[in-house]
T-cell receptor
């Protein structure tokens, strides 16, 4: 299995631009999570999906952030408009209900907003 | 309220020696899981070990073991026979089974000296 796939790996953009981060979970996994990692706040859960349905988006910082999961193999996290304080590493993770002991992370997308 | 506490921002250990990374947690949920992840300088999050709240025995995975003391609400990671490649950030995390969310501690940076 290829593991959780994220793209792009690095993104540099200017303030005000729209940013879209992409994630492909491990095949067969029914939970998908988006996290953000910063020096100041550590690893924060932004939102998670179960069977493509958003379950908890209480960690989404503000309305500029949105996430979708149109099918079991694809999810996006969109920031519009982006701001410098959004600069962080964004991780996608997935796991299966059948194997709740493990949650696998993607390699992350390092976002820099100038 | 802080749910996961890692009190050691940084630690050193001599190669081939054992090291214990501390983690305490707080929850009122009777059913939960505790996780440890390793984050090397390359940035990916690597799952190391899992302990369920009802597990009678401490979890072990190769050189990693989890010293689970339920009454004290601690879940320390023990790495035996440290290797240079163990130098990384280590994160403790907890998932309350009522919420499915993985909450992370602030991490401990481990440096293995040759």
């Amino acid at each position: 299995d290829a593991g959780v796939i994220q793209s792009p790996r690095h993104e540099v953009t200017e303030m005000g631009q729209e940013v879209t981060l992409r994630c492909k979970p491990i095949s067969g996994h029914d939970y998908l999570f988006w996290y953000r990692q910063t020096m100041m706040r550590g690893l924060e859960l932004l939102i998670y999906f179960n069977n493509n349905v958003p379950i908890d988006d209480s960690g989404m910082p503000e309305d500029r952030f949105s996430a979708k999961m149109p099918n079991a193999s694809f999810s996006t996290l969109k920031i519009q408009p982006s701001e410098p304080r959004d600069s962080a590493v964004y991780f996608c993770a997935s796991r299966s209900t059948l194997f709740q002991n493990e949650q696998f992370f993607g390699p992350g997308t390092r976002l820099t907003v100038l | 309220a802080q749910k996961i506490t890692q009190t050691q921002p940084g630690m050193f250990v001599q190669e081939k020696e054992a090291v214990t990374l501390d983690c305490t947690y707080d929850t009122s949920d009777p059913s939960y899981g505790l996780f440890w992840y390793k984050q090397p300088s390359s940035g990916e999050m690597i799952f190391l070990i899992y302990q369920g709240s009802y597990d009678q025995q401490n979890a072990t995975e190769g050189r990693y073991s989890l010293n689970f003391q339920k009454a004290r609400k601690s879940a320390n990671l023990v790495i035996s026979a440290s290797q240079l490649g163990d130098s990384a950030m280590y994160f403790c995390a907890m998932r309350e089974d009522s919420s499915y969310k993985l909450i992370f501690g602030s991490g401990t940076r481990l440096l293995v000296r040759p």
